[in-house]
């Protein structure tokens, strides 16, 4: 945690909603290089709506939203959305998917030039163990090989702030344990600042250094060995975690 | 194989008819590739007919003597290719907007959409001063008798069509695949919408003037539909969608020229014999899945 760096993000008294509905009240949080913030709460409480804010998706109800990325303004997010968002009627290759990682930039020399960037595609790809599936369909792989592909993506991008956003629902067990796998090395390997929403608890609170657990129109925000201690894990998970 | 032969000779009477079919076949699909997945297939049905409306609309002003244009029927054309345009674009910037903003069914707006601008075409028409018979025949379609000045036009602009959706293409199918990263890879959404808006009503509008809404909805949809199970990419889907355009618009226009039969009809009979191909082939080619 390097806290005498300045935050990628940070959130001061935001309320977040749509339009001026708020959804979440009274959110202080900050996010700085290094840090794997966990986002959790029960289902529809707010966690995508404080996900959408910081990616600049939809503005906050009230309150300030600071971003500092290495360059002037935002940091680069890599985002994995929750893959059931994507429509599967788009042809597109595994290949074709993970490039659109590199589309933040226009190019359009390079592109006259036929040049692409397929050097760091297949680095992300073979990195989230998704090179063998390079020319297959994207339509035609499983929840867990699309979840690998949908990472590589958002490597593709060359992020200072990871976001996955439901990385493991709906994935069977042995795929969950691999992917928690990746994202530790993500996090040991290259210090990635990484933020994951989630609606559980499990096997991932070990990656946590802080949590935000979201609930009932608030937002409760700290260091995960605060935020796991056993009296306050109580109060706010329930008993059965 | 006379007709064929004759069809392929320089001094065809109809090269520039044949040409301009083949050209609309082989650009429309490029832009309806969008529409099939972006799942807005009734807008290939609804935004040629409003496309109609404003060339019908153009007609009628022209009728009452207002002219924006110099040179004639040249210039009477420019007013009409505007109206269409300005309709056309008009129509996908609010049936966008209302998605974005109204709980309602959409296919209800765009079916509601598609009624107004058939009773709006039909209106316009009867109101035109100078008779109905001109007007009916543009509005199905007169590519017969394009002239070499309109066809070389209309050559240009869908080139520079095709040319934007070639190197766009990344951006066209950043913003409607995944918005959201869009956003976050600091692409502008509304802009690259736009421009494919502009891009999509342009098509159409000259599609429309050159082979009527009817042809122009099938060459929007059915192309993409047929290569859509076979692609392996967006630019595989982009050219074998482009291809079966352009090879139902001489087919169907050799059909129309051998046996003297209405054009438009015949080159969307090609398209879903093609489509009728292509879903029997994919019945007997088994899908490699996970």
């Known amino acids: 945690m390097n806290k005498e760096k300045e935050p990628l993000v940070r959130f001061t008294g935001a309320s977040l909603g749509y339009g001026r509905r708020a959804v979440v009240t009274g ?13 959790l709460g029960p289902n529809g409480a707010g966690k995508s709506t404080l996900l959408k804010t910081m990616l600049g998706l939809i503005k906050p109800v009230k309150g300030r939203i600071q971003l500092h990325g290495s360059a002037f303004g935002a940091p680069r997010f890599g985002y994995v959305p929750q893959k059931e968002k994507l429509d599967v009627i788009y042809p597109l290759s ?8 590199t589309y933040r930039r226009f190019e359009l020399l390079r592109r006259l030039r036929g040049k692409s960037h397929d050097d760091l595609v297949r680095q992300c790809l073979k990195e989230c163990g998704a090179w063998d599936l390079a020319d297959r369909r994207y339509s035609d792989l499983s929840g867990g090989q699309r979840q690998r592909v949908l990472i590589a993506r ?42 994951m929403v989630s609606h559980r608890l499990q096997a991932e609170r070990d990656l946590f250094t802080h949590i935000a657990w979201v609930a009932d129109g608030k937002a409760d925000f700290g260091p995960a060995e605060k935020m796991l201690a056993a009296r306050h894990i109580t109060e706010i998970f329930g008993d059965d975690q | 194989m006379s007709a064929l032969l004759d069809m392929l000779r320089p001094d065809f009477l109809l090269h520039h008819a044949l040409y301009g079919s083949v050209v609309v076949g082989f650009v429309c699909p490029l832009v309806g590739v969008y529409f099939v997945l972006r799942r807005l297939i009734f807008w290939g049905v609804a935004l040629p007919q409003v496309s109609a409306a404003g060339i019908a609309f ?11 244009f110099a040179g004639g029927e040249a210039g009477e054309k420019h007013l009409a290719i505007l109206g269409s345009v300005v309709f056309t674009v008009g129509a996908i910037l609010a049936l966008t907007w209302l998605d974005q903003r109204s709980q309602g069914l959409s296919e209800g707006r765009v079916g509601t959409l598609y009624a107004l601008a058939s009773a709006a075409a039909i209106l316009f028409v009867a109101w035109n001063a100078r008779g109905e018979t001109e007007m009916l025949s543009l509005l199905k379609g007169e590519i017969v008798t ?24 990344r951006e066209f199918l950043l913003v409607s695949y995944d918005r959201d990263m869009a956003v976050t890879l600091g692409r502008s959404v509304l802009f690259w919408d736009g421009l494919l808006y502009l891009l999509i009503g342009v098509t159409i ?5 050159t082979v009527g809404p009817l042809v122009i909805f099938g060459l929007l949809v059915v192309p993409p539909m047929i290569a859509l199970p076979w692609a392996r990419g967006m630019k595989s889907l982009s050219a074998a969608a482009s ?8 087919a169907g226009f050799y059909f129309s020229y051998r046996f003297d039969l209405p054009l438009g009809p015949l080159i969307i009979a090609a398209l879903c014999g093609l489509f009728a191909l292509s879903s029997l082939a994919r019945l007997a080619v088994p899908h490699k899945g996970r």
Do not use: Y
């Open chain 2, 205 to 209: 509008s000259l599609g429309v003037m």
């Open chain 1, 94 to 101: 595994v290949r074709e998917v993970a490039a659109m990682g």
């Open chain 2, 243 to 250: 291809a079966a355009g352009g090879l139902s618009a001489f």
């Open chain 1, 154 to 195: 958002a490597l593709a991008a060359e992020p200072e702030l990871l976001v996955l956003d439901e990385p493991l629902a709906g994935i069977d067990v042995p795929t969950q344990k691999a992917l928690l796998k990746l994202f530790k090395e993500f996090k040991e390997r290259r210090g990635l600042t990484t933020m």
């Open chain 2, 58 to 68: 153009a007609f009628m002003l022209q009728g009452f003597g207002f002219a924006l």
């Open chain 1, 27 to 39: 959110v202080d949080l900050s996010v700085h290089p290094g840090d794997f913030l966990g986002v």
């Open chain 2, 146 to 169: 394009i002239s070499e000045s309109d066809f070389h036009a209309m050559l240009n602009i869908l080139l520079a069509v095709c040319a934007a959706m070639f190197l766009f293409q």
